[in-house]
Structure formats: C-alpha cells, structure tokens
C-alpha cells in the first residue's frame, strides 16, 4: 500500500487512506469517486474555515475568562454569572421544546441496558463488543469478584458453582417470578401449548423458545431486556442441576460505541485508514480476527441473529449484536492523513464526519438481515462540543454531507456528549440545535471536571482530584443532564447516559454502585468490559427506567444553576505536605501511566495500574483531569517544579516497574529523556496553554515524534 500522498480535488491524501476509500468503502455505496471527493474537498475548504473561528471563539471567551478571575477573585456569584452572559458564555435560554428525532432504533427509544465503549483500531475489542449483545451470567459471577471475592485453581470449583448458580436462582425470582414458590425448587422447564411450566407471576415476561443441539432455551422479558435460560442436561452444570439448567445468559450491551477519539492514538493516514478499516467490516458485517487462546487459534468473526418460537407460534428474531454508534473526533485536532490545497492539516472531525457516513451506508444498503440499524439510521457521537453554535454548526456538516451521499435529510443520528462546560450551562440550546437529529446525550464527568479545571484556571487553586465528585457542580451537573434531557422530549427517542465504571477489576462494588445510573434515569451507561456489561444489565432488571424517568419528570427539576456555576476551590483551605505529596504522586503517576503505552505502543486506552496497583480504565479524560489539576495548582504556587519534576521521576520508576513484564515496554528511567517522559512534561508544565486543557496536542506531536524516530531507526 503506498505511503505517497495523492492529489483528489485539490486535497492532497495520505495514499493508503486514498486507496482503502476508493476500493473498498465506496463501492457498493452508489456514490461515485468523483462525487465523493468533489464533497471531501468542499467540507474541508469551506467548513474548515468555520470550523477554525469556532475555535478562535473558545480562546476568546477563555482569555475574557481568565481575566476576569483574576481581576475578580472573590467576586459574588451573582456577578459572576451576570459576566458570563454579557460575553456570550453563557446564552439566553429559548421556549420549551421536544426532539423531534425519527426513525430511531428501540435501542434508543424503548431498551434501556448497558453501553460500552471500545477503539475502533483494536479489531479484537470490537468484535468482541459487538458480540456482547448476549453473555453468560453464570460465566461473570464466576470468573470475577462479583460474589466477594476471586476464584482460585484452574480447575471448576463445585462450592463456588453452587454460590453461582444460587445467585443467579435468587435475582430469577426478583425479576421474573414464578406465579408459585422459587427458582431453585423447580424441577424442570417445558413449553405447554404456548406458555411457560411452571408458571410465571406475570405469563408476558415468556417470550419465547428455540432449540439448539441438545439444549432448549427459553427466553423471558424484563423491562425490554431478554433472559435466556439455557436447559442442557448433558452440559457440565446442566447434569448437576435438578432442572438441567446449564447457564442463565442475559442481553446485555444493548449499544456500543466504537470509538475514533479518546481511546485510539490515531495521528496519521495510517491509523485513520485502520479506524475505517474496521468500521467497514462492523458496517459489513465481514471483520474477522485470527485470535489465539490455550494454545488454540481460531478466527473470530460477528454473531448473527437468533430466532425463537413465540408464545403465539410464530417467529421471533432478535438482534445478535450490540446496535453500534461510531464517535467521531471533535472540532479542535487536525491529522496529517489529508492536506487542504494549502498544504495545512485538515480537521479531522470533518474527515471523520464524511468517511463514517458514507462507511455506514453499507448497512444502510444491506439487502438482508443483520444490520445495525433496522430503521435506516446512522449513529454518530459528536464529542467535545462547546456550546449550541457549535453543535448547529456540526448538525450543518452532517446535513452537508448527508446531501452530498444521496442520504435523506437526518439519516445521521447524533449523540452529543455533554462533557464540556459551556454545553453543560447551554444543554437545553446545545439540544435545540440538533432537535432533529438528538438520539443521546450523556454525562462524562471525567471530561466535564478537566474542562471545569482549565476553565477556572486562574480562580484560584482547586480541591484535591478525589474530591471532586463530591462537589457541588457535579451533582447539580448530573441531575440537570437528565432533567433537561427527559424536559426536551428524549424519552422515547433518545438514550440519556452515564459516565463510565473505571475499575474493571471491582465487579463486586461495580455491583453494588452502579445501580445509581438507572436510579437517575439513565436509560444507557458505559462499562469497562462485556462481563461488567453482563453484570450491569442485572441493574436494568431491577429498574425499570422509563418509570423512573417519569418519576423524576413528576418531582420537577433538580440542581440548579448556581450550583453548576460554583467552582471547586480550596478556598483557603491549607493542606498538609503529606497530602500535597500523595496529590501530586497519585497525578504523576496517572500521567505517566497511561502517556506511556500512548506514546511508545500507540495505545489510547487501556487498564493502567493506579499509585496503589489497582487497574483503572485510562484515556485522555483522565489525563486531562491529572495533568489540568497538577498545572493549576503550579499557576498558583501550591507546588513548585522543582516538587513535580522530583515526583515525576519517582513516579517514572514505578510506571517501570508495573510495566516490567510487557516485552514491548520501555523503561522511562535512569534517563528520563524519552519522548514519553518529555510528552508527559509537557502536559504539566505547559497545561495552562494547552487549548481547554486538552491532552491532544502534545499526545499527537509527540507520537509523531516516536513514529517517525521508529521509521529512522528501521
């Protein structure tokens, strides 16, 4: 594949990236080359211009910000505010209004459920969450610490399988009832002219059967989730279990999001082709991975479609797969991988948005069953949005773009990401801009507290990073999402969601706190895993959301404005040297952590040992909070350099040693010179003029810089 640039209308094009587009994503999309790159080129010349005064607008408002804070420090909120409106910050709020979004998928309108969230360029995590529509209940309390503790020995372990098998009997008869005595009791399942024996308390949670080799599967509803009880007499557990139940398996990941931005290192056209690659052969319903597990090499491929018997004798088919979203990067990078006619970097929120779209038309134009969009939609989340004249102008590209690829109007279906805080203090205007496209918004409050950091830099020092979800803008932040979301109309059209589980590890706690999301009614939330996925849906069981949507819609709003507004500051508060030190470590080694897979490997996300060994899901969100946290407290002298500097090399030391067994890792000391460690300098010590606190910039230039001496050396 040829790395040569090639020229198409005016735009000059990484050749690999040239040559997957015209060869393998546009045929078979009845858009013509010619046609395709004629609109390619106009996005990026006419919309890149746009595109770039939006960003100069955040630099204005942030330098008014500042300013302000450090002239005004200690100013009343009332002031505050009132300054925020004068510069545009924050809008004036228009009329009430509802979405007027159509031809959603039930994922989004009706199901509430589990949402993960993978790298489009790890083929391997991508099927493997496309897969996980369905999954084995038995299999995640088993193999995880969701019973209390963790399995020990290789071999099967009867007693902790009876613990199993009692928990998964137990949330049976929470969920779905038998209209007499309890799951454990019964001696067997059977279908007796189109109802379920023994009876259930209420006979429409049986939805149907079908029969697979030896074994009969009998589905049941809850709350729009299935639950499939496997019944396999010859099967290991079935054998031992007086109903012949071998494994209860539960829909679980009801959407995934396939990521392009905050879990990929994609800087170049080679790393874009591979995140289109792979969202062609999801679109497709064609990508493979040879995979190689206990010796054993196999290829693993997408599930397809299962069909049952219905109560009523006819058929019934449910999806295999997660329905798919693809997040698109936001306004502010650029990418090598495609060149504007003067030689500068095009956005790469613009090629993502033409590329994704005119990829998913594969199953738009599919002639059979699987797609991923029974309703003829395309999903796309729009990250890192500031503001509702920016969410207009990216419900403009997609209505660009949509006409330039023959697709009707509002084929694209938008999730807009409330994880900044001009969209936060603007959501109601954020969601009117895109009323017609609106299909999710959610709360990523990782994002949300680097930008609240970076916003208020120059207010004063903020509190400490744990204590920041126990503040008051978080909570005020949380609530207002869903009260504004459910106000304008998202129920029934759109999902509302929940920021991640970052401890894939701590499925037991997992168990016990994330019931919170559907409890403040979040009809999706993102999970670390398919097994946290598996066990989450538990949670969708147990709530029924759109109840609980109406609940809070009856108890009227929560949070206020002046909550949201109120920053984090210490506020005089002195802490200790320990304290300082354990903050400015626990940060360090967080940076450093996650920097260096990102840099060395090209890794955008993956579980990263904490300061206590303790495997966290990193991405650049966390970054963002660590590296904003550590330069605001050196804006205002809590810390010197001389302190972080000294901890980062300490801190460099333990990354190593967490790190010693991966063959592909590179230690950071004695030298501390490598392009990892300097990129991981650069994100503290040049924070504060980082583009809202972003880790993007310096992650991408830096990677660069390793490709390239990686190229030189070979």
């Given at each position: 594949m040829s790395l040569e640039r090639v020229e198409r209308n005016g735009l000059q094009v990484h050749g690999g990236l040239a040559n997957f587009l015209e060869r393998r994503a546009l045929p078979e999309t009845g858009v013509s080359k010619e046609d395709f790159w004629k609109a390619f080129s106009t996005l990026v010349h006419d919309f890149g211009p746009r595109n770039q005064a939006l960003l100069d607008r955040r630099g204005e408002l942030q330098q008014k910000v500042s300013a302000w804070h450090a002239d005004q420090k200690g100013t009343d909120p009332g002031a505050y505010r009132a300054f925020l409106e004068e510069i545009g910050y924050l809008v004036p709020e228009g009329p009430d209004f509802?979405?007027?979004?159509?031809?959603?998928?039930?994922?989004?309108?009706g199901i509430p459920g589990p949402q993960l969230v993978v790298p489009i360029t790890n083929a391997r995590y991508a099927i493997n969450a496309a897969n996980s529509r369905w999954g084995s209940l038995y299999d995640a309390l088993y193999g995880t610490d969701a019973l209390g503790d963790l399995p020990v020995g290789d071999g099967y372990d009867t007693a902790r399988g009876a613990r199993v098998i009692a928990w998964g009997r137990a949330h049976l008869d929470a969920v779905v009832p038998l209209a007499a005595g309890c799951w454990a009791d019964i001696d067997a399942l059977c279908i007796r002219h189109g109802s379920l024996v023994p009876k259930l308390a209420d006979p429409s949670q049986f939805a149907g059967f079908r029969m697979e080799g030896g074994a009969m599967r009998v589905l049941l509803r809850v709350n729009g989730l299935h639950i499939e009880i496997v019944i396999d007499p010859s099967s290991q557990i079935g054998a031992q279990d007086r109903a012949g139940i071998s494994d209860i398996r539960l829909e679980a990941a009801v959407s995934t999001i396939m990521d392009c931005e905050d879990s990929v290192a994609a800087v170049d056209g080679e790393d874009k082709t591979l995140a289109y690659a792979n969202?062609?052969?999801?679109?497709?319903?064609?990508?493979?991975?040879?995979?190689t597990k206990a010796g054993r090499t196999f290829q693993r491929v997408l599930c397809g479609y299962p069909i049952y018997s219905a109560p009523d004798g006819g058929e019934l088919r449910l999806k295999g797969r997660s329905i798919m979203l693809v997040r698109n990067v936001g306004l502010l990078m650029t990418n090598p991988a495609v060149l504007d006619r003067d030689g500068n970097e095009a956005f790469e929120g613009l090629v993502d948005a033409i590329c994704t779209t005119m990829i998913a038309m594969h199953d738009l134009n599919a002639a059979e069953e699987p797609r991923n969009s029974a309703t003829g939609s395309i999903y796309i989340v729009k990250p890192k949005l500031h503001g509702p004249e920016e969410v207009g102008f990216t419900d403009e590209v997609f209505t660009f773009v949509e006409r330039a690829l023959g697709l009707p109007q509002h084929t694209v279906k938008l999730g807009i990401m409330d994880e900044e805080r001009r969209t936060s203090l603007n959501l109601k205007e954020c969601i009117r801009a895109a009323r017609h496209r609106v299909a999710f918004i959610n709360t990523g409050f990782l994002d949300r507290t680097g930008d609240e950091i970076h916003t208020s830099m120059e207010a004063g020092p903020m509190i400490r990073k744990g204590e920041m979800k126990a503040s008051a803008w978080i909570a005020s932040y949380e609530d207002r999402?869903?009260?504004?979301?459910?106000?304008?109309?998202?129920?029934?059209?759109?999902?509302?969601?929940?920021?991640?589980?970052?401890?894939?590890?701590?499925?037991?706690?997992?168990?016990?706190?994330?019931?919170?999301?559907?409890?403040?009614?979040?009809?999706?939330?993102?999970?670390?895993?398919?097994?946290?996925?598996i066990l989450h849906a538990t949670h969708y069981h147990r709530v029924n959301v759109l109840e609980r949507q109406n609940e809070i819609v009856l108890n009227g709003p929560r949070g206020t404005m002046e909550a949201l507004l109120s920053i984090p500051l210490l506020a005089g508060r002195n802490l200790s040297e320990a304290e300082i030190d354990a903050e400015i470590e626990n940060n360090c080694q967080g940076i450093l952590g996650y920097v260096v897979r990102w840099i060395d490997q090209g890794i955008g996300c993956s579980k990263v040992p904490d300061i206590s060994d303790v495997g966290l899901m990193e991405d650049r969100a966390t970054c963002r909070i660590s590296s904003q946290a550590l330069a605001n407290w050196l804006c205002h002298g809590v810390v010197s350099e001389a302190q972080v500097m000294s901890a980062l090399r300490r801190m460099a030391k333990v990354v190593d040693r967490?790190?010693?067994?991966?063959?592909?890792?590179?230690?950071?000391?004695?030298?501390?010179?490598?392009?990892?460690?300097?990129?991981?300098?650069?994100?503290?010590?040049?924070?504060?003029?980082?583009?809202?606190?972003?880790?993007?910039?310096?992650?991408?230039?830096?990677?660069?810089?390793?490709?390239?001496?990686?190229?030189?050396r070979t």
């Open positions: 509802r979405i007027e979004t159509a031809n959603v998928d039930p994922e989004f309108s969202w062609l052969g999801l679109m497709r319903g064609d990508l493979t991975e040879e995979v999402n869903v009260d504004i979301g459910l106000a304008c109309g998202l129920q029934g059209r759109a999902q509302v969601g929940k920021g991640m589980w970052a401890m894939p590890d701590r499925m037991a706690d997992m168990l016990e706190q994330k019931i919170a999301h559907p409890m403040a009614g979040a009809n999706c939330a993102w999970v670390p895993s398919p097994t946290a996925a967490q790190n010693e067994s991966d063959p592909a890792y590179s230690p950071m000391a004695p030298g501390y010179d490598g392009i990892a460690f300097q990129a991981a300098c650069d994100l503290v010590f040049k924070g504060i003029h980082q583009p809202s606190g972003y880790t993007e910039p310096v992650l991408h230039a830096r990677r660069l810089q390793f490709k390239a001496a990686r190229c030189r």
